[in-house]
């Protein structure tokens, strides 16, 4: 599983209500989240973030409420992976659960400058930037996770188990 | 055999497992009650059905509560309050309560559902708030709320555990918001990311059950998994009576390993608030004196009991709200509303110039009743201050006491040197 985009380099405590506001909750479908991704953080983001794009956050991105519309609201923008130095607990589950592939390393946003090419593997834990030719080793998923993941999500993973 | 802390001897008995297991294991877990309200449930609903169940496989454990959009601020919400009120029928749930009754997390405190040893699995991540009651209790996503409503159980990291020995207890003027704030600065809100916090020392037996409730409630805020306070005879005897089921205590054993050990001074401490817009960005009130107040908000999960309402409303009685500060005070359950009427107190916050809303989340997650504008400067007894939480304005985090004096004052005051 190898994603490949520019970076959109975002500092450390990116909260819930930045990735998609409690206005959003229940009101929008799930289709439509992207159009509001990290709204909260900066309105324009979502104009911005170009299918395939790659975000690479400080510390304890995620943390806050327990909606999942966060991880689908980036997924559904199109953002093929997201590099963090560390997330949160219940946002680590629900990107895994909604398929939004997600990697660890730790110190990653002294490397990497908005718009740098950068390569994930989840598979492999490794992320490249392409840019700068550096690389990183990531803290993979374990492999429960990372079948998870490949299938696309939790309910994917169950439709081709049920298959 | 090396012992185990609360969080793997709670994980180890709802999972199936002699032993306690390690720190980074995955277990299977069975919960005892499963927590879902109006946001998570109704998708957390579909989430089960294309995970391929058609019933629930607990009905009896689960506790549906509608806390974030009451009363339904739209069409679109109240077409799923609907559907939900006929899944609830459908699928034989027991455990509902429907719009007025409270947050969910108060409602589960005050009704006897948080027990000590229990494992609750809550889809809001307060949910760490029923560790107050000496469960492991922790938030969860819609997709694993899905999962657990069909098969009833649920994969879980288990957490290292971190222990706070809180010495002393805390002065006259300084409240449990207070010790939880003092908590939110030794940690910051990276300092616990998928531990359990475990609190320990006379600083924390000397709380009453709400202030454990303000105190566990905050622990998500530090990335905490869990934020669990060992039960003991407060906890019995707040129980005793209440308790819906039958439940086992469970406390560390004497050889539990932890991630490491920290120690706060209760009796050093003062009023505090996380100043805008990070939870650890706290300071002293003292430090803070002088900043103007648009809007005072009492009530939420962290700080919404009946003692944590009443604890305001004596302090705002025979007073009058500053002129250009809104007052907005939501009990955090209907019985605590009911007292707050039958006190007479409803009376004095509405002759201060108040008003009170309807026990729910309201304003908290900012979807609806109390929204701030451009420039506003909010004073709230919530726990999350984050950018745009509430709309654009920004906002300070405090005890009653403390949302007291700001609203009477326009601006924030040290709660000590008015009452």
Redesign the interface.
């Known amino acids: 599983m190898e994603r490949v985009g520019p970076a959109h380099v975002l500092h450390?405590?990116i909260?819930t209500?930045?990735i998609i506001?409690?206005?959003y909750?229940?009101?929008v479908p799930d289709a439509k989240l992207g159009e509001f991704v990290l709204e909260?953080?900066d309105p324009e983001f979502a104009d911005q973030v170009e299918p395939g794009d790659v975000i690479v956050a400080g510390?304890?991105f995620g943390?806050?409420?327990?909606?999942?519309a966060a991880p689908i609201a980036i997924r559904n923008a199109g953002v093929g992976a997201v590099v963090a130095e560390?997330?949160?607990?219940?946002f680590y589950?629900?990107a895994i659960?909604?398929g939004l592939p997600i990697v660890v390393v730790p110190g990653i946003t002294d490397h990497v400058s908005e718009g740098d090419e950068i390569r994930v593997d989840v598979a492999e834990g490794v992320v490249e930037n392409v840019t700068t030719g550096e690389t990183f080793d990531a803290t993979g998923l374990?492999e429960?996770l990372l079948e998870i993941l490949e299938a696309g999500?939790?309910?994917e993973y169950?439709?081709q188990q049920?298959a | 055999m090396v012992g185990g802390t609360i969080a793997q001897k709670v994980l180890a008995s709802h999972a199936g497992l002699d032993d306690a297991p390690d720190p980074g294991e995955h277990v299977t877990a069975t919960p005892d009650w499963i927590l879902c309200h109006d946001i998570s449930a109704y998708s957390g609903i579909e989430r089960m059905s294309q995970l391929g169940f058609n019933e629930v496989a607990r009905p009896e454990d689960v506790v549906l509560v509608f806390d974030h959009y009451v009363p339904s601020p739209n069409e679109r919400i109240s077409t799923q309050m609907n559907e939900m009120e006929r899944w609830v029928d459908e699928q034989g749930i027991e455990h509902f309560f429907d719009a007025g009754n409270g947050i969910s997390h108060n409602v589960m405190a005050e009704e006897g559902y948080s027990l000590p040893g229990t494992l609750v699995l809550g889809a809001d991540s307060h949910t760490v708030t029923h560790g107050a009651f000496g469960a492991f209790a922790t938030g969860i996503g819609h997709t694993d709320l899905g999962e657990v409503l069909g098969s009833g159980e649920l994969w879980l990291r288990v957490p290292e555990s971190q222990k706070v020995v809180v010495e002393n207890t805390l002065p006259d003027g300084v409240a449990a918001k207070d010790l939880a704030l003092a908590m939110m600065r030794e940690f910051t809100t990276k300092g616990a990311i998928y531990d359990s916090v475990e609190f320990h020392g006379e600083g924390v037996r000397d709380l009453a059950m709400h202030e454990r409730h303000t105190l566990s409630n905050i622990t998500v805020e530090m990335g905490a998994m869990a934020g669990i306070v060992p039960p003991d005879d407060t906890t019995e005897e707040y129980l005793d009576g209440r308790a819906v089921r039958e439940y086992e205590p469970v406390r560390p054993d004497e050889d539990a390993e932890y991630a490491n050990e920290r120690t706060v001074d209760a009796s050093s401490l003062e009023p505090l608030v996380a100043k805008p817009s990070a939870v650890d960005n706290i300071d002293t009130v003292a430090n803070c004196a002088g900043t103007d107040v648009d809007h005072v908000f009492v009530g939420t999960c962290n700080n919404g009991s009946w003692a944590d309402i009443r604890a305001f409303a004596e302090r705002i009685e025979d007073e009058s709200v500053a002129r250009g500060t809104d007052l907005v005070v939501t009990p955090g359950t209907k019985e605590a509303l009911k007292k707050l009427n039958a006190s007479g107190l409803s009376n004095d916050i509405v002759d201060a110039g108040g008003m009170i809303g309807t026990p729910g989340c309201g304003s908290c997650f900012g979807a609806h009743g109390g929204i701030l504008g451009e420039g506003d400067t909010c004073v709230g007894t919530m726990n999350r201050n984050f950018p745009g939480r509430m709309g654009p304005g920004e906002i300070y985090l405090a005890s009653p006491e403390t949302a007291a004096a700001a609203a009477i004052h326009g601006e924030i005051t040290d709660p000590r040197e008015v009452f």
Do not use: H
């Open positions: 450390d405590d909260d209500d930045q506001p409690g206005e909750l229940n009101t909260g953080y510390e304890n943390l806050g409420s327990s909606r999942e560390s997330f949160a607990r219940i589950r629900n659960n909604v374990p429960d999500g939790l309910v169950r439709k049920r």
